[in-house]
């Protein structure tokens, strides 16, 4: 009997990848960079903007899983004032072959909208999933798209997550 791992548990080890940093710098190369001030309202619309911006660069039809971005610790920063946010999302191409074409896209594309592709080619598991990792500095914003060609459908996964944002002076970090 084969077992196939749900949506979630292919998702957390990536997550848990994504959290631990990106190559995105101001000094430090192991730094998560300040991505300024905002609620954590304002640094959720902004990362759905910057998604939406992704979904526009794959350039072929199919449908996005409708998540929300979420708000997270910044690692070894004080969690009432400090925060990313996580968009995690996917999206199924309207025919298989459109898979290719979506990652081809998002590397041809992404370079031309600031981003730099630090990372791209397969993993190491049995289906050699495509994986591909972009930072936009200017943004302080990372993307880690995998294609997963051979699951059932064909599905591309991305998590976008932001840099360390502030709140404002006197309020708090919002959770959701």
Request: charged content about 25%.
């Amino acid at each position: 009997m084969k077992n196939k791992l749900s949506a979630p548990a292919l998702i957390v080890p990536l997550i848990i990848t994504t959290l631990t940093g990106c190559s995105m710098t101001d000094d430090n190369s192991d730094a998560i960079p300040s991505a300024g001030t905002a609620t954590s309202r304002e640094a959720s619309d902004a990362m759905e903007k910057v998604s939406s911006g992704i979904y526009d660069l794959l350039g072929v039809k199919g449908k996005a899983s409708d998540s929300r971005p979420t708000v997270l610790d910044c690692p070894g920063k004080d969690k009432k004032t400090y925060f990313r946010i996580l968009h995690p999302w996917s999206f199924v191409p309207a025919s298989a072959s459109d898979l290719d074409v979506a990652m081809e896209r998002l590397t041809t594309e992404l370079p031309k909208d600031g981003w730099e592709i630090v990372d791209y080619g397969p993993d190491t598991s049995k289906n050699k999933n495509i994986n591909l990792t972009a930072d936009n500095d200017r943004k302080k914003v990372s993307v880690k798209a995998i294609a997963m060609a051979k699951d059932e459908p064909p599905l591309l996964t991305l998590d976008i997550i932001s840099g360390c944002y502030k709140v404002p002076e006197g309020q708090e970090v919002e959770r959701f």
